[in-house]
């Protein structure tokens, strides 16, 4: 089963991106998702190539925001996809069934047409208002999380779901009990002055009902 904790990176250059996910590797988290919106291709590419390096170096899962075949180029642990990204089917052909494939969802008739097609989990949000993404869904509430995840429940859909957006160390215990098995966060952790502190204080709290 995977990570609880997904760290989503940021930075308006690929110098910063890179010290961004050494920064947050260093601090402990174990699974990175490069995103590296509206750049070019080569930048992207040189940028994927260091942060695998990195990762493998830390023994840290990494995927790559949106793009299919730069993962594929690069061996990347999998890709994470929208719903106006490449369909699952689509960059399931070209990444075949080892990789992850992670996958956006609004609502539960996202999540049910994602799971369908066997995404390997739903990063299902926002749960509330933030700045890291322009044109936001409609934000959920841990109300619109129970109501999902009920329904998931009721219909043995067992994919799990990452809650993300806006999410804060203050608000990790009402997400755990609506149901979900991790998050995927990024200004958190971008902007913690104590980064170590910070992602030993999440881990406490998504695994805090684990039995090993
Ligand atoms: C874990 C996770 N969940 C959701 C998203 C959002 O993906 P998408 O809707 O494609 O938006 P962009 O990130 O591409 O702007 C995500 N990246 N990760
Ligand atoms: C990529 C994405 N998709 C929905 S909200 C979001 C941004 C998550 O970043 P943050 O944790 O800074 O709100
Ligand atoms: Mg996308």
């Avoid at 995927?63 to 994470?80: E, P, Y």
């Avoid at 390997?120 to 869904?137: A, C, H, V, W």
Wanted: glycine letters at 8%; a neutral charge; hydrophobic letters at 40%.
């Amino acid at each position: 089963m995977f990570n609880k904790l997904q760290y989503i990176s940021q930075g308006e250059t690929a110098e910063k991106q890179l010290y961004n996910i050494h920064q947050a590797l260093d601090a402990g988290c174990d699974w990175i998702q490069m995103r590296f919106k509206n750049q070019t291709p080569e930048k992207r590419f040189v940028l994927a190539e260091a942060v695998k390096v990195l990762c493998e170096e830390y023994l840290a899962n990494f995927i790559v925001n949106d793009d299919v075949i730069l993962a594929q180029k690069i061996g990347a642990d999998g890709v994470h996809l929208g719903l106006t990204d490449m369909s699952i089917p689509g960059a399931r052909a070209i990444l075949g069934n080892r990789k992850i494939i992670g996958a956006t969802a609004n609502t539960f008739e996202d999540v049910l047409i994602q799971s369908k097609n066997g995404c390997d989990y739903i990063g299902l949000g926002p749960f509330q208002f933030t700045e890291t993404k322009e044109k936001l869904s409609p934000i959920l509430g841990a109300e619109g999380y129970v109501s999902i995840l009920n329904k998931m429940k009721t219909q043995n859909i067992l994919t799990p779901v990452y809650a993300i957006g806006g999410i804060t160390l203050e608000n990790i215990e009402i997400l755990v009990k609506t149901g979900i098995h991790g998050i995927a966060v990024s200004g958190m952790i971008t902007k913690s002055p104590e980064k170590q502190k910070l992602v030993q204080q999440l881990n406490d709290k998504l695994y805090a009902n684990v039995i090993i």
